[in-house]
């Protein structure tokens, strides 16, 4: 039996049988509409294109700085998607990574003998109690997600100020096997970008082949219908922030663990990069459709696309530019492939009529 | 149906006891009751608003009943939520298909109930596998892997009836789900139906199709106003008993369209045509006549009423005003040439439900009222009373959100909207949905009242007695193609349903 | 065989709709009483801070919040427009910001005066904001997402334009101007263009044909259509309107700090739609009052510097912003709840006679 939803011959016969005057789509939409090996493609191209001009790019310090780079903006993106599928949207990521950032380094000071694994839980559940309170105040107030994280986005970093009080925490104040887990490779790949792949994996995993995760598309796609047809929005919707809220905290842990010197400062402004990597990956704003896959893809082209740019000699200040640029090409491209296949399907029933 | 067909003696499987909703100040449902047997399809029949589709969304969990009594089996059953009524096995097919367009037809069917393998994961091929053998037994063709999105609303309402079938429900509620169906796919949702009701099952069927309604139940209940009326034997009714029950009064009194004398052509559409929709649609429409558009749900008229009116774009034809052409893909420069259409769907095209009375009678006609595009010294208060005057709005005040009005009120607000621009062209769809009887006869009077002062009025209508009662000459559209015209004299129920359906173009 | 109604299937629109009528109301109370309620909480935030919080009341300290408020207030006005017409815009501090450096830019290179410079960079603005706008309305794009696209596009530009370099050689009269005060008071002159614009914007949104036509379309744009409003060219004029505010404000910047940099103005977006829903705008659209967002500006304003007066730490300030903004979301929403489940329960006591 085949992992694939697409490819098992008994329903390849039954869309032959059932085919027979439907015009099927041209090869390059298709291969479009496939979006994460459309990324795969530009991604691969960029490689290229950057290594040709400099062979080091491709050395393996330079790939490890990229895989461990993009390891957190990776695990983001992943919540991101879970909420975004659901026609919500989380600006406190951010936030919360600079909250739990920062607690877990006071963690450490207060109680250095602590194992990391705790740390690393706690900081989890810090996470969890954020996307908690957003997810409640979303149930509370019926307003769009898009207001109430706005909110948490200010309050939360406050919080981390008020709290970091202008001090800093420098890597010495933190064990060793903790700042180990930070920049440690297994068989040349760095355990961040390594626990990234896991969460990408299972969050991926689970929204295409658990129920759970088919009613997220399902809220996203028609949320009336999905009421009626007996989804628990409200509760979905809670456990999403909540989720995306957990991996906002361990994204924390795990930035702490990489760059050892905090303050509260830390990941201000990563919303943005966040939900840019997600609708680069294909993960429609309006909800319904997109992947956890595409979301980390988008993730790492967004941060390949910084390393090649500084090896390219280009000026780095252009990466922002780069960055919406591709925001506005990737929803654009959405929009005609949505355009096009709306008109494929009908143009297809009003032949069947 | 014989009288005593299987069920008839059996204890009743669901049973609603003085069943009272309300929205607000007004009552939908006022002590209703209604015992569904197994074995039997019973139908549902009353005008629009008397309250079917809220006995349809008590039933299927969407709402709770102020007061009143839910029995399944002889046990009290309380639904909390659509959830509960899937666990009790009430399936509900309603009028507007629920789906998800992002998803494929097969997750639409068994979302919530996807067939299972090991770990508790989705069996995407057998899901896929039983949603082609569910459209088998239906005996239609639908690409179990394709998105919802993009199906047609007849393809979209077999979806449903797939869903309803695939969790092998006791009670199937089915909301006028017909009005989209051809004949053949009728015939065959009823023998789903029927073999349903073999094996036990009751069947709720709503419908405006007395044939329909013959064909298929065994039993009838009557609903006006939110309260009941009756419930007998199909066999011991006729269809015009059931008729005098549900208006309660007599039915033609409602239609009093005048002769009025014939004017210029005002109107007149020449070769329109929309890739998909409609083709070739050509028809004129004289100051003082009241044309009427025929035809099934989906045959194209209220798109070519917005395609005339400039709301959606055409591929093909022209639309000339009184001998002018009329740019294309313009509402205001229509409503400048003298052209008004009140829509079909109030809440969604016609009214801005948030806001007051006032500024909805005046959003049309608001740069005529505004000085160098100033709107000031209560200009719209003054215009939005002559109006709301003259159609005898009922409300408390003018600042009121249209939200709080019934639905004929807010069906005459919509007139006064229109009316204010002072058009010389209607064109109104479905100008009596959802409307209570009283203001059915109040807009129809008023309709005739301005064919007599000179409008040249087009209105689209499902309801036959209206297109009948109402028009000097019938247009029928069927599959996106104008195939009868038929004079007031020719046309008659029969005339117009042959020709609605596709074998009048024959004949 | 006679057929009373015979093939359409006509929904019946009443009753849905007389179900959302009394929620609607309770929402309504709620907000009617909210432009009312923020002006409220300003008078006694100036008069709690004026007694309690020193150096408040002094005219230097008046000067310096006002000036402060300038540029939040100029953006909130067509951000009021754009969302009561239920699009946002989130591009406006990168918009300021690539007007500033370009500004500085233009400055450095063209050797053009400065005050064909100011026009240019308001020109400029317009553009950029007609950037957003034909993707929004041009190619159907939902504006959030495109205007975090151009957040991030018109920030990374402005970088490009000017790296991390600052030009600040700005002519002093022109620098001293831009902070300078109405003569004889503590208000600084920049304030009268501010309530020259916002009485412009208040008049379209409350009393022009336009302005009913964006509250029609925030409210329901299919049915504004319907009407003949030009839904999406009147979107696309507030966005290049949006844009052309930003580049005056990108001008300001610039003058006040006498500095162009990339950063200029950095996470001002937030703040912006802070202070827009604060003042009771609907982030649906269709809701809203230009006197609740003026009234909005300034208590985040006020907030803001009498507790830093007070000594606390700018950074922490944040949670007051962000704690404003859910309270003003959440609280209107508990209200109507609270009315609603407490009018809910009185039915019930006494039921109505079937």
Known sequence: MSLTDTGTPDDLAGRRSSGDDRRRPGFTERLLAVRELSLLLALGALVLVTTLRNDRFLSGQSVKDLLL????????????????????????????????????????????????????????????????????????????????????????????????????????????????????????????????????????????????????????????????????????????????????????VLYAARFGTLDAAAGTGLELQVVAAAVVGGVAIFGGSGSAYGAALGAVLLTTIGSSLAVLRIDPFWQQAVVGALILAAIGLDRLLALRTAARLRGRSARGA | MSPDSPGADRAP??????????????????????????????????????????????????????????????????????????????????????????????????????????????????????????????????????????????????????????????????DEPTAALSGVEVERLFGVARSLCERGAAVLFISHRFDEVFDLCQRITVLRDGAWVSTDRTSDLTVDAVVRRMVGRDVSSLYPKQDAPLRDTLLEVRGLGRAGVFSDVSFTVRGGEIVALAGLVGAGRSEVARAVFGVDRYDAGEVRVAGEPLPAGSPRRAIAAGLALVPEDRRQQGLVMELSVERNATLARR?????????????????????????????????????????????????????????????????????????????????????????????????????????????????????RELSRAEADETSVMFAATGQGAAA | MAHDSLYAAPPSAGTDTEQTAGRLTGLRAAFGSWDAAVVAALVLAVLVAGVSVQNFATGRNVQFLLLDLVPLALLALPMTLIVVTGEIDLSVASTVGLCSTLMGQLWLSSGLSLELICVLVVLLGGVLGAVNGLFVTGFGLPSLAVTIGTLALYRGLSFVVLGDQAVADFPASWTAAAVRNIPGTPIPAAVLPVLLLALVFGVVLHATTTGRALYAMGNNDQAATFAGVSVARTKFWLFVASGAVCGLVGVFWTLRYASARGDNATGLELTVVTAVLLGGVSIFGGRGALLGVVAGVLLLGVLRNALQLADVDANALTIVTGALLIASVVLPNAVADLRARLHRRRQRANPVAP
């Open chain 1, 69 to 252: 780079g993009c390891a957190i903006l990776v695990i983001l993106a992943v919540g991101q998607t879970l909420v975004i599928v659901t026609r919500n949207v989380d600006l406190s990521v951010g936030s919360i990574l600079g909250l739990v950032a920062f607690c877990t380094g006071s963690l450490f000071l207060a109680a250095p003998g602590l194992p990391w694994p705790v740390a690393l839980l706690l900081g989890v559940a810090l996470g969890a109690l954020c996307g908690a309170v957003n997810g409640g105040l979303i149930a509370v107030a019926k307003v769009p997600a898009l207001v109430i994280t706005l909110g948490t986005l200010y309050a939360f970093r406050g919080i981390d100020y008020y709290w970091a009080a202008g001090r800093q925490i420098n890597a010495a104040d933190m064990p060793r096997s903790f700042l180990r887990l930070g920049n440690q490779t297994v068989l040349g790949v760095p355990v961040l970008f390594l626990i990234a792949v896991v969460v990408v994996a299972v969050v991926g995993y689970y929204l295409r082949a658990y129920r759970g995760g088919r009613e997220l598309y399902a809220i996203g796609s028609e949320p009336a219908a999905a009421r009626l047809s007996g989804i628990p929005v409200g509760r979905r919707v809670f456990a999403v922030f909540v989720a995306s809220g957990a991996l906002a905290g361990l994204a924390g």
């Open chain 2, 367 to 483: 740069r005529a009222l505004s000085r160098l595009g100033l709107l000031v010294g209560g200009a719209e208060r003054v215009e939005a009373q002559r109006w709301t005057r003259r159609l005898q709005v009922k409300t408390s005040r003018l600042s009121a959100a249209v939200a709080t009005l019934s639905g004929g009120n807010q069906q005459k607000v919509v007139l006064a909207k229109w009316l204010a621009t002072e058009p010389r062209i209607l064109i109104i769809d479905e100008p009596t949905r959802g409307i209570d009887v009283g203001t059915k006869a109040e807009v129809h009077r008023l309709l005739s009242q301005l064919a007599n002062e000179g409008l040249a009025i087009l209105m689209i209508s499902s309801e036959l007695p209206e297109v009948l009662g109402m028009a000097d000459r019938v247009l029928v559209m069927h599959e996106g193609r104008m195939v």
């Open chain 2, 13 to 174: 499987l669901l049973v609603l006891e003085g069943v009272t909703k309300s929205f607000g100040a007004v009552a939908a449902l006022r002590g209703v009751h209604l015992a569904l047997h197994p074995g039997e399809a019973h139908a549902l029949v009353g005008e629009n608003g008397a309250g079917k589709s809220t006995l349809v969304k008590i039933l299927a969990g969407a709402h709770a009943p102020d007061a009143g009594r839910l029995a399944l089996d002889g046990r009290p059953l309380e639904l909390r939520g659509p959830a509960d009524a899937r666990a009790a096995g009430i399936a509900v097919i309603y009028q507007e298909p629920t789906l998800f367009p992002d998803l494929s037809v097969a997750e639409n069917i068994f979302m919530g109930r996807q067939p299972l393998r090991g770990l508790r994961r989705i069996d995407t091929a057998a899901m896929n596998r039983d949603a082609a053998r569910l459209f088998a037994r239906l005996g239609v063709r639908i690409d179990p892997t394709r998105p919802a999105r993009g199906l047609s609303i007849a393809d979209q309402q077999l979806v449903e009836i797939a869903k309803a079938l695939s969790f092998d429900a006791r009670i199937l509620v089915m």
